[in-house]
């Protein structure tokens, strides 16, 4: 069993004049303005996010089960991308917790763009982590799956403890503040978990999802992948 490895330096940018085009700002404002430039610094001197991640072994894969190290990973769309490959990667990654301090600070749109900030670290931090693993074990490209993400019976949220418990050996949120609660929520908010593969082609789970106006939607529904992934008495 291969040690985790959690990844603490992770660079980022926070670029206030590009952002501020994605919450809207009026440009006119110069108060508003200068708030969310304050904010922006306040939050670049904190951050600092974070991840985690494990090279673990697939001992068996079934039609809708992917055996890890012993750990049953019970989706029939993760088994159909995992195939016969041997390899996968559990990780979670997290814009940090450094930056709680400054809510009480903020009104309620200062809140509002302290998320937006969050997400985009979380964004980049996800970016990271692909790179990282792309270079350190040569895979020229990863796809993911995270409990929860797409449909619901693409892979069950409630698959989620086994990620922290045992193929990430509890070390989660000791090594990067990350806390999965009893209702499956993951704190910070802005934090993600699941597992990483080689890949021969881009998959996304929001290409197994029907849901509409999602504003983190990163490719259409595909109704032929839905059909080949055999879905289609699922819902």
């Not at 995992?82 to 997290?94: D, K, N, P, S």
């Not at 693993?133 to 086994?162: C, F, H, N």
């Not at 000791?174 to 593969?197: C, D, N, Q, R």
Request: net charge neutral; aromatic share 6%; proline share 5%.
């Amino acid at each position: 069993m291969s040690e985790a490895i959690v990844l603490d330096s992770i660079p980022f940018c926070l670029d206030a004049a590009g952002l501020a085009a994605g919450i809207h700002l009026p440009e006119e404002d110069a108060e508003l303005r200068q708030a969310w430039e304050a904010l922006v610094r306040n939050v670049t001197k904190l951050a600092r996010p974070k991840a985690i991640y494990r090279d673990c072994t697939v001992d068996a894969v079934s039609d809708d089960i992917v055996v890890v190290e012993g750990v049953p990973l019970k989706s029939r769309v993760l088994a159909g991308q995992i195939g016969e490959r041997r390899r996968l990667f559990a990780y979670c990654v997290t814009c940090g917790t450094e930056t709680a301090v400054l809510e009480d600070s903020l009104d309620a749109l200062g809140r509002f763009w302290l998320e937006e900030l969050r997400l985009n670290l979380l964004r980049q931090a996800i970016a990271y982590l692909h790179k990282e693993i792309r270079r350190r074990y040569r895979i020229p490209r990863l796809a993911g799956m995270a409990p929860g993400s797409g449909d619901a019976e693409v892979w069950p949220l409630t698959e989620q403890p086994k990620l922290f418990t045992q193929l990430l050996d509890n070390k989660v949120t000791a090594a990067i503040g990350v806390v999965l609660t009893e209702s499956l929520l993951m704190l910070p908010y802005k934090s993600s978990s699941g597992v990483l593969f080689a890949a021969e082609h881009n998959f996304a789970t929001c290409q197994l999802c029907h849901r509409t106006n999602c504003p983190n939607r990163r490719a259409p529904f595909d109704s032929g992948l839905w059909r080949q992934n055999g879905m289609d008495g699922m819902r």
